[in-house]
Nanobody
Framework: QVQLVESGGGLVQAGGSLRLSCAASGRTGSGYVMGWFRQAPGREREFVAG????????YYGDSVKGRFTISRDYTADRVYLQMNSLKPEDTAAYYC?????????????????WGRGTQVTVSS
């Protein structure tokens, strides 16, 4: 079992930045791929970013490419999502996810473990 806890969400003005953090505990290690998803009210949960088991490969949803950066710290068992140039349409609950594997899936059903989410609100 792996437990995931997100933090770092909040209220920010358009054009601003936030860094989300996901702390992993339990049976962790470098055998996991990690992903970030988001879900706005009335919408489906969507893929935001993913990072491979080695950390060498990263993947992004089209709407965040060039603005968001995913990274991981194996020593601290944490994954980060640096979000720059935020837009009101980035407003959502952001979730961290994990699964054993080499490359991160881009679908919700591809992951085995989920955090409870952290709210990001971007004002115009």
């Amino acid at each position: 079992q792996v437990q995931l806890v997100e933090s770092g969400g909040g209220l920010v003005q358009a054009g601003g930045s936030l860094r989300l953090s996901c702390a992993a505990s339990g049976r962790t290690g470098s055998g996991y791929v990690m992903g970030w998803f988001r879900q706005a009210p009335g919408r489906e949960r969507e893929f935001v970013a993913g990072i491979s088991r080695s950390g060498a490969s990263t993947y992004y949803g089209d709407s965040v490419k060039g603005r968001f950066t995913i990274s991981r710290d194996y020593t601290a068992d944490r994954v980060y999502l640096q979000m720059n140039s935020l837009k009101p349409e980035d407003t959502a609950a952001y979730y961290c996810a994990a699964k054993i594997g080499m490359f991160p899936p881009t679908t919700v059903d591809g992951y085995d473990y989920w955090g409870r989410g952290t709210q990001v609100t971007v004002s115009s």
